[in-house]
């Protein structure tokens, strides 16, 4: 079989992610990663083995053997990298959010149709095995009517004011940070496992620094731990340590969530709650292979993931048996097998699309909307 040949924009944290668990998927070869920094993507390249590395992200669309790539920059560099990837003909795996505003989503999502191109935005969390168990739990009935979704998304990276990556700066990240960056998550998470939609919203955001201690040079993101007391210069903060929501799902369910990137001793701590009407689910990706699931009237259980075990529709995303772990790094090679299948196949995806991107920033607008007019708002459908 032919490789599929991709590249990857970015050699920051998810960069290096996304090229590993490119190379864990079989008949794809990554031929070029671009990086903002010559000496980057050279040193990126040259441990990977990858035969071309560069700062030029145009030299690598104009090769018409690359039929893929990644697009790892900051949040406000993806529409225009993405824009030129699908306009070179290019299949586009975008990292979250797919853009810093939703009228760039909805061209974004409009020109991959157009062109026909199979086009990913990278909400891998859903890929946890006992994840997809509890879609398919929500729907098989078992949970019966879903009353209450709730959970939080919290980690500690940024507690202090000299703690500093590029996502606290609006003119990388666009105008939300930690609502942007990991509460998409949990509010994708939460409309892929229940099957509802959020319809309305009431949030509040909070700046714990409004100045922080920039670096004086680079940094990796989650890296800045090992920074000494001179190596920072006083910078203004606008974007939000944190912020909580509470919202509805149509007519009677209900939910609410926090997202905090100050919460000490949180290292990646997302937590989803499902109650329904006979029972209920409860799922932290600190520890991804166990399954709590609560009666009323009964004793309650832990499911240890087990793909023996799991719902046939749920199966395919473990590739261990029971009693081997599978993380983080996984959910990578799970939604880039599926990404990558789709390329070599007409079957409909099965993965997250720039219109599911679209949606997690009509959320994200209501969600500012809410917090700037201290109201109820309503998320377009």
Known sequence: MKPIRTA??????????HLEGVRRVESVE???????????????????????ATTDYRQVLRDGAIDAVHVCTTNAEHYRAVKDALEAGKHVLCEKP?????????ELASLADRHGLRNCVCHNLRFYPLVQQ??????????GEILVVQGTYSQDWLLYDTDWNWRVDREASGVSRCMADIGSHFFDMAEHITGLRVTSVCADLQTFHRTRKKPRVSIETFANKLMGAGDYEATPVETEDFGAVVFQMGSR??????????????????????????????WGQERPNELWMGRRDTGNAVFIKDPALLAPEARSFADLPGGHSEGYDDTFKQ?????????????????????????QLKILDAVLQSNENRSWVNVPV
């Open 253 to 282: 369910t209900r939910g609410c969530m926090s997202a905090s990137q100050v919460a000490a001793g949180r290292k990646n701590g997302l937590r989803i709650e499902v109650y329904g009407s006979r029972a209920s689910l409860a």
């Open 134 to 143: 509890m879609r398919q739990l929500c729907a098989s009935g078992e949970l």
């Open 30 to 52: 990554v031929a070029a990663v671009v990086g903002r920094r010559e000496e980057a993507a050279q040193r990126l390249g040259a441990g990977f083995s990858v035969p071309t």
């Open 335 to 359: 939604i880039f097998r599926r990404f990558y299948g789709s390329i070599r196949s007409a079957a409909g995806p099965e993965y997250p699309q720039f219109i599911d991107g679209l949606r």
């Open 98 to 106: 797919l853009t810093t505003t939703v009228k760039q989503a909805q």
């Open 8 to 17: 990857i924009f970015g050699t920051g944290f998810m960069g290096r992610v």
